[in-house]
């Protein structure tokens, strides 16, 4: 990764960036806002209820246990599908991709509905992992066919057996993809609702929820948020120092190559292919099959095919304005800290993270707040609902920007400038146009996030905007399962698409690569779903 | 083509500054390599005349046309500069003819210049290759083809050679030296490699924590370096200890020898730099009854190199040195030697 | 290799630009209800699929177009709050009586017409007039009838603390109509006998769920064999799967007993749209025989207006606890809360 250091970064990146972080930092500004409202008693207050702590405490345990089980699973099955000779590995990847298209809630429902003794602790660290372990099984597989096979080669020569090597040095080089990927699925779980809720779990969530739900009360539940605001920080700043300490080993730089399969026995195969077989029934196959069961359950209701497409239009129309968006406030951020790194790029960075851990409610309401207050006349209108998108997700889509575009050597721009280009089409024609299929991951990312949202959908829609995920909603509410299956299949093929696309990133066929610079750029491509 | 001149510039990265008060000439259609030790600030140089960088003081000119100085600044893309940097950095997205065409516009003509310095290059038949299929020195060719296409007033080149291996590396240096005092460019090199500063260049410029040292022909640098690290820097330097009276020749451990230059004012104990190939080998006896030159001692190793051999020496004086002989030479380690010296020292403080 | 990341990067920019602009176009198509003549904005806490057609009939008989903006009640309630004055709800249709009086508390619901508001019960209302009652709901038990018989069901909510129903028992601790009948115990039998009640529960492993939905799933599946909800959950089921398919039944408690205490879903006006004609027309309506009749006939509750009978299924309003109590009068939410999170179950 090189940086310009000591360059000063041009002024109208400056603004740009300021305007996008001003408003990755919308939610966090709402809070402060009602924390200080609610003055010092009742925070106090808030503080001081066991139930908080409790609850607090049951969420970290929540969170740990999902990391560790998504370490678990995503790093031998990532081994699995790009270092051995798993048959048909290629499909296992992009299968074991897919479970990032089925929200958490929907899952939960479905495995309720099959299933009705699970409940609690256990079941739901189950499904969030099978829900999340894809965001650590993607960027470590993608290091994994990336890292340097030279070092485990030299491994292997000073007499590790296979796997012994593999442990030895391929492996750490995956750990900071871990991390990243680990550092989402934590947030992701401090977030949800949708599973403990339904699972029964005393996490800290529903505290927030029950503060909504039960006394209307917005202040305090923004003085619990925060909690979690905090939470997160600290995780953003563990992984930010995990990565930091963590060397990147590329030592070659001549032609890359890439590592040899390991050649698995009949029996090492078969316990393979069982052990990826049992995390796609799990995690896909399970939800998929009680939804079709449910579909042919019935209804009182019968389903409008038209309704169910118009749903699925503006799924699809909304989540892929807000990746746009989202796009768009993630560049000049990423090429700030990717390019010009200081103590302010990387502050910036994290903040836009710390909202990650925020449930969608609090989200929600801080969007309502702010164009209720400040653009009255575009409340509740399609632009708001996708730029709300942007800023929710903005973390995912500012990591694989920034990924993308700090591999991508600066001499290339620079090149181009002494061969007669302004500074923008320089970067357009060489840094943008090689680091723009990372970009687009992080794009596709945020499209597939915003498809499964639902509370902050509920509030910033256009009157009458109908999404898969409200239409689904709306059934459930009314325990109308069978008529809700359509839209939940709906909605899980609608996100298996941009899930499909990113996996595709790391599966795609590998040819000949050549100089230096061109491998880094394909590895960011790689990183970004974790970065 | 056009000359350059670098006057006063300083320059730095916040509040660091590597180049100080640096001055260089370089005549239109001069090829002057900069030579310095990573971290002497000879990138930075580069990224000066470039324009990548803007320096804190001095100005920066093309012919007559100021490029940087007080008031005055040319961006990159309006300096007419060509620049090959280091592995040559070709846009992988594009093939070997884009690459070329990069810097010229969609005309005839630029099709034409791009098979021209394809050409010229030894690349024509590969405008269709792309970046990764191409070896190292294949890369650095199209780089060259695709700085010189626009047929720029200066080319910069940022140790265009050192990726490469050695027959390849001197191979493709000897090429593109023939090639650019063919079409007469003014160029840059910068380089931490002394033996392709001398032998690529016209002048030489040896870089040290942000000053240029010595600029000067490269049998001049060689010659008469302008301090001892210069000597110690460029080629092998054989250092005897000395006392010196400031007169034409001083006494040494291989006997006197006369003083051709050297820092100024040296006078007192120095250090007398000879170069290895200044050394003779006789055998030890004496010959006849002609007092005994030079100085005595014992072989402790010999290198081969096929063309001469490296001996190197320890005199009874203690101290060790290296001298050339020719490669067939059946000198072994342990043989007693006698060493004559030819021609003149340098002598610098000690 | 560049080309194949090229091929899968065009294909996803062509996704994203084509939903895009299929976006623009499905926006611009529903852009023409954005301006409807004089429409009226309503924030449903009800489900679309329940009061959707309740709506549509409105619309047919008045002329007055409805953009319903549908959510969770206490979420849209905390939504509105946030909004303040600037809120585009004209109507506020909320599940249930804390909701409104929430919203109505923070100054948002404006006073509606007298005339109105005293065709419906004193009980059944806001005392201050600002939100009237649509439809009641009975607080019914719901039980699992595989495991029990409608005899062996408790006929009191105070036999729900004995150890034979330990680890049997369901309630909805943050739902807003569990905390309306806790209000209602405290005001009938005392603060005392409330928490006794409330700390017997959690002495007897009750099981906290979030909604009455859940708790009628679980108890349909023989989770737990007792649930405390809400009477029209189970008809709700019921006309989804087919009654015969229902495992869960569900038992009214004794007349006497606070189990059985009769909430409401209501309507107000918010502030903005005090003087707003259609908003009063629409109030009005909810009152009429046919929205009445919509209550009986689609959603199984009771009507609140007495010219309208409740569905032959049900036990009379009269025999349950509603009559007792004034709504309004149960105030006291932050004391029901206050209790709930001391005896743990918040």
Request: net charge negative; with cysteine.
């Amino acid at each position: 990764m090189t940086r310009l250091s000591g360059i000063r970064p041009p002024r109208p990146l400056i603004a740009a960036a300021v305007v996008s972080v001003c408003l990755a930092l919308i939610p966090l500004a709402y809070l402060i806002v009602r924390v200080v409202s609610a003055g010092p008693e009742k925070i106090l207050s808030s503080l001081l209820r066991a139930r908080t702590w409790e609850t607090t405490v049951t969420s970290l345990a929540l969170m740990l246990v999902v990391v560790i089980g998504c370490l678990v699973i995503a790093i031998p099955a990532a081994a699995l599908v790009t270092r051995s000779n798993l048959p048909g590995r290629r499909m296992w990847l992009t299968v074991l991709a897919l479970p990032l298209a089925i929200p958490s809630y929907v899952a939960a429902y479905a495995w309720i509905a099959e299933f009705p003794a699970m409940t609690g602790f256990w079941a739901a660290a189950l499904i969030l992992i099978a829900v999340s372990y894809p965001y650590v099984l993607l960027p470590v597989a993608a290091a994994l066919r990336t890292a340097d096979p030279a070092i485990e080669e030299v491994a292997r020569s000073l007499g590790r057996s296979p796997f012994a090597a593999f442990r030895s040095t391929t492996l750490p080089q995956a750990l900071p993809a871990a991390a990243a990927g680990s550092l989402l699925v934590a947030l992701y779980v401090l977030s949800d609702f949708g599973a403990v809720s339904l699972f029964r779990v005393d996490a800290f969530t529903r505290v927030i929820y029950a503060s909504y739900r039960a006394s209307f009360d917005r202040t305090s539940a923004a003085v619990l948020a925060s909690i979690l605001v905090l939470l997160a920080l600290i995780l953003v700043f563990a992984e930010r120092k995990f990565r930091g300490k963590s060397l990147q080993y590329r030592t070659s730089s001549g032609t890359q190559r890439f590592a040899s399969l390991v050649h698995l026995t009949r029996r090492t195969r078969i316990l393979g292919l069982v052990f990826v077989t049992s995390i796609v029934i799990i995690a896909i196959g399970v939800p998929v099959v009680s939804l079709v069961l449910r579909l042919s359950e019935g209804s009182r209701r019968t389903l409008d095919v038209f309704e169910l497409l118009g749903a699925t239009i503006n799924s699809a129309g909304a989540a892929a304005a807000g990746a746009v968006i989202a796009v768009a406030l993630a560049l000049p951020i990423g090429l700030l800290t990717a390019r010009f790194r200081s103590a302010w790029s990387t502050g910036t960075e994290s903040a836009a993270f710390a909202g990650h851990a925020l449930p969608g409610v609090v989200i929600g309401l801080s969007l309502v707040f702010l164009t209720i207050n400040t653009v009255p006349f575009l409340y509740q209108t399609l632009f708001t609902l996708a730029f709300a998108y942007a800023v929710l997700f903005l973390p995912k889509s500012i990591g694989a920007t920034r990924t993308s575009i700090a591999a991508v050597p600066p001499v290339l721009e620079q090149t181009a400038r002494t061969l007669g280009r302004n500074p923008f089409s320089a970067w357009t024609q060489t840094t943008l146009r090689i680091a723009w299929p990372g970009i687009a991951a992080g794009g596709l990312l945020v499209l597939l996030t915003a498809m499964k949202e639902l509370p902050a959908t509920l509030m910033l829609r256009p009157t009458g905007f109908d999404t898969l995920a409200t239409e689904l909603w709306s059934r459930t509410e009314i325990a109308a399962y069978g008529a809700g299956a359509p839209y939940a299949l709906a909605l899980i093929a609608l996100a298996a698409i941009p899930a499909f696309a990113l996996s595709m990133f790391i599966s795609r066929e590998r040819r000949q690569v050549g100089t230096d610079q061109d491998d880094r750029t394909d590895s960011s491509v790689l990183d970004t779903v974790g970065a | 083509m056009t000359s350059v001149e670098l006057a006063g510039i300083s320059a730095g990265y916040g509040s660091t500054p590597v180049l100080v008060d640096l001055n260089l000439q370089v005549d239109s259609g001069e090829f002057v390599a900069v030579l310095g030790s990573s971290g002497s600030g000879k990138t930075t140089l580069l990224r000066v005349l470039a324009g990548f960088l803007k320096p804190t003081a001095g100005s920066v000119s093309f012919g007559n046309m100021m490029v940087s100085g007080p008031g005055e600044w040319v961006s990159p893309e309006h300096r007419h500069v060509g620049i090959v940097p280091q592995e040559g950095a070709l846009f992988p997205h594009l093939d070997v003819l884009r690459n070329v065409g990069f810097g010229l516009d969609r005309s005839a003509a630029s099709a034409q210049r791009v098979d021209e310095v394809l050409e010229m290059v030894g690349m024509a038949g590969f405008a269709a290759a792309r970046p990764q299929e191409l070896s190292g020195g294949q890369q650095q060719r199209v780089a060259l083809a695709r700085a010189l296409a626009p047929r720029p007033e200066v080319l910069l080149l940022d140790e265009p050679f050192s990726a490469l291996d050695a027959g390849m590396r001197s191979m493709l240096r000897a090429e593109v030296r023939e090639l650019l005092t063919r079409i007469g460019t003014t160029t840059v090199l910068v380089t931490h490699d002394q033996e392709e500063a001398l032998s690529i260049a016209d002048r030489v410029a040896v870089m040290r924590d942000g000053s240029l040292v010595q600029v000067a022909a490269p049998a001049m640098l060689y010659q008469d370096p302008a301090d001892l690290s210069v000597a110690r820097f460029i080629g092998e330097a054989v250092e005897l200890r000395a006392m010196w009276n400031g007169s034409d020749s001083v006494d040494t451990s291989l006997g006197p020898v006369a003083v051709r230059g050297g820092e100024a004012g040296a006078s007192g104990p120095v250090i007398a730099v000879l170069r290895p190939e200044q050394l003779v080998v006789v055998d030890p006896r004496p010959v006849g009854d002609a007092p005994a030159r030079g100085g005595t001692g014992t072989v402790r190793s010999v290198s081969y190199h096929g063309h001469d051999s490296l001996l190197q020496v320890r005199l009874a004086t203690g101290e060790d040195i290296a001298v050339r002989v020719p490669g067939e030479s059946e000198i072994a380690p342990g043989a007693s030697v006698r060493v004559l010296v030819t021609g003149a020292a340098n002598v610098y403080p000690a | 290799m560049f080309r194949i990341t090229r091929r899968a990067a065009l294909a996803a920019a062509a996704l994203l630009a084509a939903s895009t602009m299929l976006t623009a176009c499905s926006s611009g198509e529903s852009g023409a209800s954005d301006e409807p003549a004089d429409g009226l904005v309503v924030y449903s806490g009800r489900s679309e699929e329940l009061v959707g057609p309740l709506f549509a009939q409105f619309t047919a008989e008045t002329g007055i177009p409805v953009e319903a903006r549908y959510g969770d009640t206490a979420e849209l309630a905390a939504q509105m709050i946030e909004e303040g004055d600037a809120t585009p709800a004209q109507v506020y249709f909320a599940q249930d009586a804390g909701a409104l009086g929430a919203v109505s508390a923070d100054g948002l619901l404006a006073q509606l017409p007298e005339e109105t508001v005293n065709q419906v019960p004193a009980n059944y209302r806001s005392a201050d007039g600002t939100w009237v009652g649509v439809s009641g709901r009975a607080r019914v038990i719901a039980y699992d009838g595989e495991q029990l018989n409608a005899d062996q069901v408790p006929t009191s909510i105070f036999d729900l603390t004995d150890p034979k129903w330990k680890s049997q028992v369901a309630i909805a601790p943050t739902n807003a109509s569990f905390q309306s009948f806790v209000t209602a115990l405290r005001v009938t039998d005392g603060d005392d006998v409330a928490r006794e009640w409330l700390a017997g529960l959690v002495a007897n492993d009750v099981q906290k769920f979030e909604k009455n939905g859940l708790i009628l799933d679980a108890v349909n599946s023989g989770q737990v064999q007792l649930g405390l909800i809400n009477h029209y959950y189970w008809y709700e089921k019921a006309a989804e799967v087919g009654a015969d398919a229902m495992r869960a039944q569900i038992s009214f408690t004794a007349p006497a007993d606070p189990g059985s205490l009769v909430n409401v879903a209501g309507v107000g006006i918010t502030t903005p749209a005090a003087e707003s004609d259609n908003a009063r027309t629409f109030v009005e309506w909810m009152l009429s025989p046919t929205a009445q009749q919509y209550f009986v006939d689609e959603t199984n509750e009771y009507p609140v207006i007495e010219s309208i009978a409740a569905s032959d299924g049900l036990p009379p309003l009269s025999s349950l606890r509603g009559p007792d109590i004034e709504l309004a009068e149960l105030a006291d939410l932050p004391g029901t809360l206050a209790m709930l999170e001391d005896v743990g179950l918040l």
